[in-house]
């Protein structure tokens, strides 16, 4: 029987590695893009890659098996400040942990704000996560995809950009107006950064998406617990109490708009684990990967 098991473990871990794949976001010129040398650098430290200059998006899908594909997708933004992406910490190995509950997992590389590498730096990212919406609706079928059950997710600065998609889907920044429905069905936040207001916002972020002076309508349009309605998608959001980097109070005022907008949504707030922990929070025997396919499956997306 062990052995019997061992064989099985190598088989599917044979299969995952097959059904991943890497192609760019988009086809063509890349939209707000300047024609400048592809600089995009690659470290590992502490066992976590960080990828940084990206000017060139991409997204990695990790393909269920066909026996436990269940139809819904999700598009991953690893954090980083808006300055890495931790590709593998915050992306990769969550889309291999989804594709085992059935889902089809999109990493998205997106772009790093740069003057350098785009005409207008705020407004990259949400171009990427955008068109990876499209992207994913438009070939839903080749992928075995429901278009009606397409979530995003986002770590701290990555939730900052997946909550930006979730409220900002009736305002476009595509190249071409999207003819397709650019509404996430749902939103996953990890310890992300909601709010660009000075007393609880990650600075850093902030400085890095729309410069150290901006005006103070750029500061409320991505502060984006101020643009959340009753057309919000469902969220689930984790955080730490001692996260000293990302405030949580920046998920309890996310938390609190969706709840006065009759929005659905579930909170777990951890007396500890700091900022960055990834899929492992390891100061508690809890998993919140665990709660969240929970909370998935009740709301029937699994």
Known sequence: MKRYLTSLVL?????AAAAQSTFPLYEGKIP????VPDEEESKTDGGITRVSKISVPTLTIFLPSKETANGTAIIICPGGGYRINAIDHEGLNVAKKFAEM???????????PDDRTMEIRNTGPLQDAQQAIRVVRQR????????????????????????????????PVLAEN??????PNFMILIYPVISFDETIGHMGSREQLIGKNPPAGQVQLFSNDLQVTKDTPPTFLVHAS?????????????????LEN???AELHIYQNGGHGFG??????DDLWMDRCQHWLKSNGWL
């Open 140 to 171: 839903a079928s080749e992928w075995n995809v429901n278009p009606d059950r397409v979530g995003i997710m986002g770590f701290s600065a990555g939730g900052h950009l997946a909550s930006t998609a979730g409220t900002h889907f009736t305002s």
């Open 102 to 112: 059935g889902v089809t997992a999109f990493v998205l590389k997106y772009r790093i």
């Open 178 to 183: 999207a003819s397709i429905n650019l509404r």
């Open 279 to 284: 899929m492992i929070n390891k100061t508690t």
């Open 32 to 35: 707000n893009g300047k024609q």
């Open 262 to 264: 009759n929005v659905p």
């Open 11 to 15: 088989m599917t871990l044979a299969f």
């Open 242 to 258: 001692d996260d000293a980097a990302v405030k949580p109070e920046n998920s309890i005022r996310f938390y609190q708009k969706l």
